[in-house]
């Protein structure tokens, strides 16, 4: 069975930094794109960034500039380094992957979420 489990996520002070990371473990295949989700309170879930298995990237407008996603395919692994952290980002952050199990079928999976929260 596929999971994703995510750490690193805390409290900072505005302009302050945090890396959240994600390592999927299970009968795994291939991992296609791997991203990152928020979601704050009485908001809906947002895209934050996404990376494709050749490491192509793409961002939310709002994060351009601060925040930065990698992944380690031999880990397979997913990171988002968030600089510059600001109160509007505070939310739960989600790690999300598009997984190739055994079938071969591609699924996606979820992460149980880990808590962002920027003072001000």
């Known amino acids: 069975q596929v999971q994703l489990v995510e750490s690193g996520g805390g409290l900072v002070q505005a302009g302050g930094s945090l890396r959240p990371s994600c390592a999927a473990s299970?009968?795994?295949?291939?991992?296609?794109?791997m991203g990152w989700y928020r979601q704050a309170p009485g908001k809906q879930r947002e895209l934050v960034a996404v990376?494709?298995?050749?490491?192509?990237?793409n961002y939310a407008d709002s994060v351009k500039g601060r925040f930065t996603i990698s992944r380690d395919n031999a880990e397979n692994s997913v990171y988002l380094q968030m600089n510059s952290l600001k109160p509007e980002d505070t939310a739960v952050y989600y790690c999300?992957?598009?997984?190739?199990?055994?079938?071969?079928?591609?699924?996606?999976?979820w992460g149980q979420g880990t808590q962002v929260t920027v003072s001000s």
């Open positions: 990376i494709n298995s050749g490491g192509s990237t």
């Open positions: 299970g009968t795994i295949l291939s991992i296609n794109a």
């Open positions: 999300h992957a598009a997984i190739m199990g055994i079938g071969p079928i591609l699924r996606p999976y």
